[in-house]
């Protein structure tokens, strides 16, 4: 293998919430970013996936970001924000405040390309500039907090191939107005198909929406805690177990904001059992009725994005990775963060600073 261009003690992929944490901690326990800690990310801008989301999207009661460690000692509230503001630009703007306070050098837009071993002694981060030149990161130890954005997962069904309408997937939503006065079916039960069909409602001529479990919405902020903790229990075991993440969402139901409330009460929200086809006009129902649309919506949810650790090889049979506490079995010089049961932004908090802790650990018996 050629040598190195240059190393670092820690590299961190991605500068999202997760990545953010753990670099902010690394640097209070001691590294300098910029030399011995080296954070990439391969977006052109400050957010990690939420300078990506729908314009319509906005912080509120469905989608509460939870401050970063260190924000509020900067006087930075997520919960003060504009929510008059599209959340990307919110998001943004206070994880750019935060990069440049604990001054974090974000290298970027950069890709990780792959991440390989050096023999016994560390781990080689392979990085593409946006010019399209490589170089060759050495590090003793690699944080991969790279999300689950630039994987989004569409399942197969029938005559998806042959359908002549549009289908996108959640990355590719970009406002309502594209769809005015188009029939458009929307599928998946999470919190991205509840706020298409919001928006799209009295913009489209109709909208349809298709859910593989009935919904279940949740009224009380104390039901929703209860069944949080076992969703994130769930992820937590499959992650042990190296298998493909279940989503949260699928475990906690919807909190039932004003907006959605009235949503259902305007029957926006009427779930339908998932269709067994597609045709070239539409979808098709098990009870055989067509439903014809313009555009089939795909918010069908996320999976981790691990393509740059495919040479490590460990992946298991069943699609995942075995991490304990943040930590992968089988690379001990690997952290996960963000990663099954912390993949939310209070769990990629979390996640920094136990990690954080663990990759000194790891360095000082390196
Ligand atoms: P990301 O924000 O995705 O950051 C990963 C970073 O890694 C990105 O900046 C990306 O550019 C970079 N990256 C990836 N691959 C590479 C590579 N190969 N090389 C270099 N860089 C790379 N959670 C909440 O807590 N509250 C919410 O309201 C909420 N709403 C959500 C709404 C939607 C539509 C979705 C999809 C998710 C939502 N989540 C929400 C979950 C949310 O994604 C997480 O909470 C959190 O923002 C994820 O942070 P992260 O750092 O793990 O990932």
Redesign the pocket.
Known sequence: QAPADQHARVVV?????????VGYHLRRLGLTPGSDLVL????PST?????F??EA?R?GA?????DLPGMNAMGLRFDDADRSRP?RDV?GEYYRRFEQHYDLRVR??????SVTRIGDTGLCVT?RAADGGTSRIGAEVVVN??????TPFVPWYPGRDVFRGRQLD??EYRSAAEFAGQDVVVVGG???AI?FLLELDGVAARTRWFTRRPMVWSDTAALDLESAVAAVDEQDRAARAGATLPS?VSGTGVPVTRRIRAGLDRGVLRESPMFTRLDETGVVTADGEHVHADAVIWAT??RA?L??LAPLHLRTAAGGIVVEDGRSVGEPRLFL???GP???????NRAGRRIARQVMDALAGS
């Open positions: 992929i991605g500068a999202g919430q997760a990545g953010l944490s990439l990310d391969r977006a957010g990690g996936a939420w300078q989301r729908w999207l912080l469905a989608h509460r970001v939870h959340a998001v970027r837009p950069v890709t990780v390309t990085v907090a790279s999300g689950t954005w630039g959640t990355t999470g919190t991205s706020g949260i949810g996320f994005d393509r740059h963060a963000g990663y912390q993949a939310s932004t209070i769990g990629a």
